[in-house]
């Protein structure tokens, strides 16, 4: 993984002196919440319900051993022994002190880390297929250019006050698993016929409050023109967005607003001028960048393949786990492990000290001291012989860690709702805990097989329930929550937004009208092996307004 | 109208915190000072100002509740969850 240079280590612990002198003026009073709160955002400490909210930056959902026990080391010592995993591949601490955080700034700089740009309007944590590195389905490891992204994007003069916040996803494997549709910039990093990499452009895709599905402006644009082209994209937003109307001001719109091929000319004519510029890639740059992220030494271990045929016979459970949450890596002796974060009835992307501990030794023993953190909130261990895979297994079983739900119906994504969010009309993780109970059995689970539910607790969309085969919005009504259920959604290579199914649901009734449609799937597929997206596609929605409101009633 | 208190989060650790009958900023809801009519809500009102100019609270707000057998009772969900915590047995340090 990448290491920090002098420059970078300068330049995190003169932000960190320089935080720790601002949070001293504010507790001081010398200087006022208005003209603080800017400055804490940029450093990622929020106010949220109960307290300050710290999010810390794991770019491109990267991370080591050390990394991990400093993060469950500040669980411990400043919070209330656990993080929360999010859709942005970061963690956020619910319970830091404001008194605190330039100590935990310290402490994170000790392992290379920060939080800063996890908030404002500048360009966010650039997030990366939590698979990098390992995938079989990879043509080349797309980390190395998330992180020229986060270097150039870091405290960059002419994009730290855009009209809006923005956020860059990368893959670099033929299926999409960063959701790359849904971003500002989604970048498909590609190989061509003669071996040379380059990237499919995708703009002004994203969630919120109106969704759009990005737009593709370029095909196979060369990798070393990756930060003029993004440059002139940044640029021509930067000079078209809208700064008059908060709701109005992601690139998305813009697109939408102007058309795509007129903003792409825009762009394209940006970029002339900069092609030739200093922003061009040297080759040697890259190599430099890549040679950091270089796969680690895998040895040859066949022993596995005997071994683990052996031990699915012998333990049910096991088989299970490992045909759900261990996926083909490039090297066949290996597997790709997703640690699930979402235990039956538990809280969606929530970690204790002690897991995190406890993940961090496995990465240190049987996974090269390699860690990442999904998008759908779980952890990853992406080189792991499959000779190991029984003792990981063991040791995670014990930690509630070795749910075998990967990509299944309780593997749910939910925001941190109105348990915590000062943004939300609604909570999320109540309605997950009780999905989750409901589907719990992991016989029910394999019957449904791949099933994406998404929950966000108001309209911003953090929990990306617009991307759900079942998205869950959670609004208030009068007083009291409502959860309006959308289907049809997905974030993969054929990326969809989710139609509104009716009128909503209430919290007591919402995991019933699930289980209907749920039901209304499992009568009406082809076959066991038609997912529910495909079903769905197939049919549309009208199976399931009748299920749920029976077949006369007009949609609301 | 509506009966109304005073609440913030305190500045240091961002804890909830409701004005109480004692004028302390206190982390219980319990005996916070009610505002009964448009005048007692506006002299809440100047408290909450005052304290955030003087750097002791921010995200200052007014809220309705009502009088129950068992306390104050905030009007909107929100507000409860924040006077009794998030609503899930979250993981707490052992």
Not at chain 1, 99 to 113: G, K, Q, R, S
Not at chain 2, 58 to 78: C, F, K, S, Y
């Amino acid at each position: 993984m990448y290491r920090y240079d002098e420059f970078d280590h300068a330049f995190v612990a003169g932000r960190v002196a320089q935080f720790r002198d601002q949070v001293e003026r504010r507790l001081s009073g010398e200087i006022s919440e208005d003209a603080f709160r800017p400055l804490r955002l940029m450093n990622g400490v929020y106010l949220q319900l109960h307290a300050y909210m710290l999010r810390i930056a794991i770019p491109y959902g990267t991370l080591n051993a050390k990394q991990m026990r400093m993060l469950a080391h500040i669980a411990r010592k400043y919070d209330r022994g656990y993080g929360h995993f999010t859709t942005r591949q970061n963690i956020q601490f619910n319970w830091p002190k404001l008194e605190d955080t330039p100590a935990i700034m310290e402490e994170l700089a000790t392992v290379e880390m920060h939080a800063i740009q996890t908030s404002g309007n500048c360009i966010r944590n650039v997030t990366a297929d939590h698979f990098a590195g390992a995938a079989a389905d990879e043509a080349a490891d797309p980390r190395p250019y998330a992180e020229i992204l986060r270097q150039w994007s870091s405290v960059h003069p002419e994009f730290s006050f855009l009209p809006r916040k923005f956020k860059i996803a990368v893959t670099g494997a033929e299926r999409d698993r960063a959701a790359i549709q849904v971003h500002d910039i989604g970048l498909h990093l590609r190989k061509n016929d003669k071996g040379e990499l380059g990237f499919d452009v995708y703009v002004g895709g994203g969630q919120g409050r109106t969704p759009m599905v990005g737009k593709k402006i370029r095909d196979f644009l060369p990798e070393e023109d990756l930060l003029s082209y993004v440059t002139a994209i940044m640029r021509v937003y930067n000079l078209y967005g809208r700064r008059d109307n908060k709701y109005k001001a992601r690139i998305k719109i813009l697109v939408h607003e102007t058309g795509v091929e007129k903003l792409s000319a825009e762009i394209e004519e940006e970029f002339r001028h900069l092609r030739d510029s200093e922003l061009k890639l040297p080759e040697e740059d890259v190599a430099r960048i890549r040679a950091f992220f270089a796969a680690p030494a895998l040895p040859e271990r066949p022993e596995g393949w005997a071994n683990l045929a052996a031990w699915k016979k012998a333990d049910p459970d096991f088989a299970r786990w490992v045909d759900q949450n261990v996926k083909p890596h490039k090297h066949p002796d290996y597997g790709m492990v997703t640690i699930s974060l979402k235990p039956i009835g538990g809280i969606p992307g929530d970690a204790s000290h002690q897991q995190m501990d406890l993940i961090a030794d496995l990465a240190e023993e049987y996974a090269f001291d390699e860690l990442r953190i999904s998008h759908e909130q779980n952890v990853i261990l992406p080189h792991v012989a499959l000779a190991d895979l029984e003792a990981i297994y063991r040791a995670l079983k014990p930690a509630n860690l070795a749910t075998a739900n990967s990509d299944l119906i309780t593997d749910i994504i939910a925001c941190p709702g109105l348990d915590y969010c000062a943004l939300a009309n609604a909570r999320s993780i109540p309605v997950a805990q009780e999905i989750s109970k409901r589907f719990g059995s992991a016989e029910r689970q394999a019957e449904i097989g791949e099933l994406k539910i998404k929950i966000s607790g108001c309209i911003n969309a953090c929990g990306h329930h617009h991307v759900g085969h079942i998205g869950l919005l959670g609004v208030e009504k009068k007083g009291a929550e409502l959860y309006q259920i959308t289907l049809g959604g997905s974030a993969d290579n054929e990326t969809s937004i989710g139609e509104i199914i009716g009128r909503g649901f209430e919290p007591e009734k919402v995991t019933d009208a699930v289980e209907t449609v749920v039901n209304t799937y499992l009568g009406l597929r082809l076959s066991p092996q038609e997912t529910f997206l495909e079903a769905y596609r197939r049919v549309g929605p009208q199976p399931f307004k009748d299920a749920l409101y029976g077949a006369t009633a007009e949609a609301a | 109208m509506a009966l109304q208190i005073l609440t913030a989060n305190r500045l240091t650790d961002g804890v909830a915190v409701w004005y109480d009958v004692d004028g302390r900023w206190s982390e219980s809801i319990a005996g916070a000072q009610i505002a009964r009519t448009k005048e007692e809500a506006d002299r809440l009102e100047a408290i909450g100002r005052k304290a955030f100019e003087d750097n002791l609270v921010l995200d200052v707000n007014l809220i309705d509740v009502e009088e129950t057998e068992a306390g104050i009772r905030p009007l909107r969900l929100r507000e409860r969850i924040r006077a009794e915590g998030p609503t899930i047995d979250y993981s707490v340090l052992a």
